[in-house]
């Protein structure tokens, strides 16, 4: 891209459109990254941007990728929406447009951008008296995706996938403590002997 107007829209396009990624800002609150979840957002952007700057002809399967290995690697989620491979398209194809000349087409692009609802989607996550049939499930997967490619609103599903996965690694955690402990036991003397789980 020539200008800086250019640039700063396409950097601006990233930043909203991670800001209304659902999957990323569901990470960032709940602290997947790590106390410095935040920043790990804003450098995302950072290093989206640079990668573009810095490479010719980026392919939306590249993109997703490397998204793919950042969510991996900083805040341990996987995007198993759709979600995913449509903001890798978006940012792909708002580059091309800005690098065109048509930055303000992109610019325009950016109103009409929604935040997540990330709130609701906490409540859905937390409610263990609410079930959800794999078949409900796997529609409103599909009805999300659908709305996400008309206007990047991508609803709960991804963030209940999200804590799904974030919530089922923790109890693979605490099931592995609760074992140890059913196999330590207090001897006569007080102490306390942690003998290695039996291989199944």
């Known amino acids: 891209m020539a200008t800086a107007e250019p640039t700063l829209i396409f950097n601006q396009s990233v930043e909203r459109m991670f800001q209304g990624w659902t999957v990323l800002q569901l990470a960032v609150q709940q602290g997947f990254g790590g106390q410095h979840s935040r920043e790990k957002a804003a450098w995302m952007v950072e290093a989206v941007c640079n990668w573009f700057q810095e490479n ?3 392919e939306p399967y590249e993109l997703e990728d490397f ?15 759709g979600s995913l491979q449509v903001i890798a398209r978006n940012i792909c194809t708002n580059f091309a447009l800005c690098r065109s000349g048509q930055a ?7 109103e009409s951008l929604p935040k997540p609802d990330v709130s609701r989607c906490i409540a859905d996550a937390t409610d263990e008296s609410q079930d959800v049939s794999m078949d409900e499930d796997s529609n409103i997967g599909n009805h999300n995706v659908n709305a996400m490619m008309n206007g990047m609103d991508i609803g709960s599903t991804s963030q209940h996938n999200a804590v799904a996965d974030h919530s089922t690694s923790q109890e693979n955690r605490n099931s592995t403590q609760t074992n140890n402990e059913e196999t330590a036991a207090p001897d006569d003397d007080g102490w ?8 199944k």
């Open 56 to 58: 010719d002809g980026i």
């Open 67 to 81: 998204l793919t290995a950042l969510l991996d690697n900083e805040f341990d989620t996987r995007a198993e929406d």
């Open 104 to 110: 303000s087409t992109v610019a325009e692009s950016l």
């Open 192 to 199: 306390t002997v942690v003998r290695k789980p039996k291989k």
